[in-house]
């Protein structure tokens, strides 16, 4: 019977190890293809939006490849940047800077469990990465942002918490960043700067079991980073994160985007009450949470969102992209 044990743990750990020479060799495939779509993009002239320059190595959505854009555009761009909602850190909008630009960075995530996982990556002794377990709140972030850098300049911040993403980006004073990415929930509209109300243990899976009821409306996010310097250059083609550059830097991106162009999510990701899937598409999710409180930018006012007279724009309702426009002064 040992005998037998001891062949059966062999197998295994020759299986795994197999495993991980064929993660390894996908994985190198996948760069070197990022590379050249990477090259493909530094001779566009001009882009329709930034649909155009998506590919993914580590994001989910397309974000490696308007990141990568976006960056070799500006000129001595800080190489470091801050990520928080990460989980294990396999998907996430950061990764490629930092295994193919080899940036520095701080991620943070609310479970240890997350934490642990990074922290026993090789990824995490091979680079300039710190990683941080936190349930982030308006009270800590530029505490913990401070504890990695010094220095206000930095890359990239990419925020991606499933609540109170409008409320702690409006709070950060720690950092300069270059660039932001920031998620927005579509379900919310494109009409109203709306977000859902702060409270400090905000979690998306307890606020409401249809899953849609999180985050804060495109219009929110567009609002704030023109209050705080930023200049919207559009959203990925899936309808989830917004992409601003600081307006010192956003001459050397401007003249090459044709405008910003804003998409609906198609997400059916709704469910019912003992968690499962209902499939909702279009108006039917706004339908799922339309007595809910958000809060009204505009007005400083807690309302529910059925009260709203009207929630998408012609183009958002039919499921298509929206062009926005430019500041006249920056362009």
């Known amino acids: 019977m040992k005998f037998l ?45 930034l649909r155009d320059l998506e590919f993914s190595v580590y994001s989910q959505w397309g974000e ?3 990141i990568d854009w976006i960056v070799n555009q500006i000129p001595d761009i ?10 294990n850190y396999l998907e ?12 520095s960075g701080l991620v943070i995530d609310g479970s240890i469990e997350n934490i642990k996982f990074i922290n026993n990556d090789s990824i995490y002794w091979r680079h300039d990465l710190t990683a941080i377990n936190s349930f982030i709140t308006k009270g800590n972030i530029n505490d913990l942002i401070s504890s990695k850098f010094s220095k206000k300049e930095i890359g990239l911040l990419s925020i991606d918490l499933d609540g109170n993403d409008y409320w702690i980006w409006d709070q950060i004073d720690a950092v300069n960043p270059k660039i932001i990415i920031c998620e927005y929930n579509a379900v919310f509209g494109d009409i109203n700067r709306i977000t859902v109300p702060y409270k400090d243990d905000f979690t998306r899976k307890n606020s409401h079991f ?14 704030l980073a023109e209050e705080k310097g930023y200049t919207f250059l559009g959203t990925n083609s899936s309808g989830c994160n917004a992409f601003f550059v600081i307006n010192d830097a956003a001459h050397y991106v401007l003249g090459k985007i044709k405008g910003p162009v804003s998409f609906p999510s198609k997400f059916r990701e709704a ?8 499939y909702l598409a279009g108006i039917e999710r706004f339908e799922k949470i339309k007595h809910m409180d958000v809060f009204d930018i505009e007005t400083k006012k807690t309302k529910r969102l059925c009260e709203f007279e009207t929630i998408y724009s012609e183009e958002w309702l039919n499921g298509l992209p929206k062009l926005h426009y430019f500041n006249s002064q920056l362009s």
Do not use: C, M
């Open 64 to 66: 490696d490849g308007i």
């Open 271 to 278: 469910q019912n009450e003992f968690g499962e899937l209902l």
């Open 210 to 223: 249809s899953n849609l009821y999180f985050g804060t409306s495109l219009p929110a996010l567009i609002h």
């Open 78 to 87: 800080p190489k470091s940047f801050v990520e928080f909602g990460v989980e």
């Open 5 to 49: 044990e001891n062949i059966k743990n062999r197998v295994y750990k020759v299986l795994v190890s197999s495993q991980h020479q064929l993660n390894d060799k996908t994985e190198h495939l996948l760069i070197l293809n990022s590379q050249i779509l990477s090259h493909k993009n530094a001779f566009l002239e001009k882009i329709t939006s």
């Open 92 to 103: 996430s909008n950061t990764r490629y800077l930092l295994k193919v630009h080899n940036w």
